[in-house]
């Protein structure tokens, strides 16, 4: 761990970063500009560790209430059954030890005008640039029927965690031969491919312990992120189990019973077994209250420094963020995180941050042993983020098993590298 200053800094702010503790981090902070981050995820304690590195005389402040972070890349194999959720979890120890504060608590208002951040306990938080990063909100009760009770019933399992494991409970007590439904939403969403993968793996799980049981996908949308390789790779693992209804065939869920796990399209009724809904979605809550979201319940940003366009000195990072052709997902969030960081620094010196170019990469598992995978490079142009030309791509749509297996191996290679350059 570092020298004992830091040390008090983290301890005493995770404490509870009450009011007693808070004019002493204050205080701490006064020597140098102050930037506060709101939102412990791979978004937010990327830009954290990434400010650090680019100035280490900035005080950083990390405000997230969990000790733990949960991550949704690779949760769909918790769902079927190939790894433990204790995979996913990872402390905020590194980030402390880096000399970040770290107030493990929420943040609830923020004052724009006074550049402060109201925490739950009543404390307050001076900046000088802040960074929120709060992730995803579901939209409870866009989808009729289907509210915080009942996911209860008919789990999202999209913010990874106890969800994750009432899926995977669900299909485990499911009797073979079960029909099991997954209704995915219409775009945006955090993780595009998302919905697809977790399909790959429930019918992996099924195939091998429930052979005689069903897999139906009702889909929002004709189009989908990685569409040709999962249709392919669904024909060759899972033909008659995995059935696929987009929305010109009457995929789209208008409504859902869930006292008797029933979707309801315009077209007809599924009783499932287990039912997954992926309810539509909007930025963290934090987002609307600092009046960073717009009437589509994301945050419209300036693509070189994702500061708001509609709040100055409040940038916004990760699912939250209206980020052009760029898509919501881990690798993005982290991009982001370091171009933000880099633009923060430079602004906080007065001088004009550079045009960034933005990586993204995604992998995904359709078996244990059967990987794809997408690439983009993404720059401003137009005042939004757009695709670089001639940049990216995806995996090969003939390709041999061998190399199938291989991009399995990258994926989990991919997991173990992000996790531990966010999270040590």
Wanted: aromatic fraction near 6%; charged fraction near 20%.
């Amino acid at each position: 761990m570092r020298p004992s200053r830091r040390r008090f800094l983290g301890t005493a702010v995770a404490a509870a970063a009450s009011s007693t503790l808070l004019p002493r981090l204050v205080h701490a902070q006064a020597a140098s500009s102050r930037v506060v981050v709101v939102g412990g995820g791979f978004a937010g304690a990327s830009c954290a560790r990434a400010l650090r590195v680019e100035n280490p005389r900035i005080a950083v402040t990390l405000v997230e209430p969990n000790p733990t972070f949960t991550a949704c890349p690779f949760s769909n194999a918790v769902i079927g059954g190939l790894r433990e959720l204790s995979a996913q979890q990872f402390t905020y120890d590194r980030i402390v030890a880096d000399g970040i504060a770290l107030a493990r608590t929420t943040a609830t208002a923020v004052d724009v005008s006074a550049r402060s951040v109201t925490l739950a306990e009543g404390g307050r938080l001076p900046y000088d640039r802040l960074v929120l990063a709060p992730g995803i909100d579901l939209r409870w009760g866009a989808l009729p029927g289907y509210d915080e009770p009942a996911a209860a019933l008919m789990p999202h399992a999209w913010k990874a965690g106890e969800q994750t494991l009432l899926l995977r409970r669900q299909l485990e007590a499911m009797v073979d031969g079960g029909l099991v439904v997954i209704s995915a939403p219409a775009n945006p969403f955090r993780c595009p491919p998302g919905p697809y993968e977790r399909a790959s793996l429930i019918a992996h799980y099924l195939k091998t312990k429930k052979p005689r049981s069903k897999l139906l996908v009702l889909d929002a949308k004709d189009a989908f992120s990685k569409q040709r390789l999962f249709l392919q790779a669904w024909s060759e693992l899972y033909p008659g189990l995995l059935e696929w209804v987009p929305l010109s065939k009457g995929g789209a869920v208008t409504s859902v019973e869930p006292a008797t796990r029933t979707l309801v399209t315009d077209f007809g009724r599924h009783q499932a077994a287990v039912a997954n809904v992926i309810p539509p979605q909007k930025a963290g809550r934090i987002a609307e209250v600092a009046g960073v979201a717009d009437r589509t319940g994301w945050c419209p940003i300036d693509p070189v420094t994702f500061e708001s366009r509609l709040q100055p000195g409040v940038h916004v990072i990760g699912d939250a963020a209206i980020a052009g052709a760029m898509p919501k997902s881990a690798f993005a969030a982290n991009s982001q995180a370091k171009t933000c960081a880099a633009a923060i620094v430079r602004l906080l010196a007065g001088a004009a941050p550079a045009a960034p170019k933005l990586i993204n990469t995604c992998y995904s598992l359709v078996a244990p042993d059967y990987g794809i995978s997408v690439a983009g490079v993404y720059q401003p142009t137009n005042g939004q983020l757009a695709d670089v030309p001639g940049s990216g791509g995806v995996s090969p749509g003939e390709a041999p098993r061998a190399s199938r297996a291989l991009e399995a191996a990258l994926a989990e290679g991919w997991f173990r590298t992000i996790t531990t350059e966010v999270f040590g």
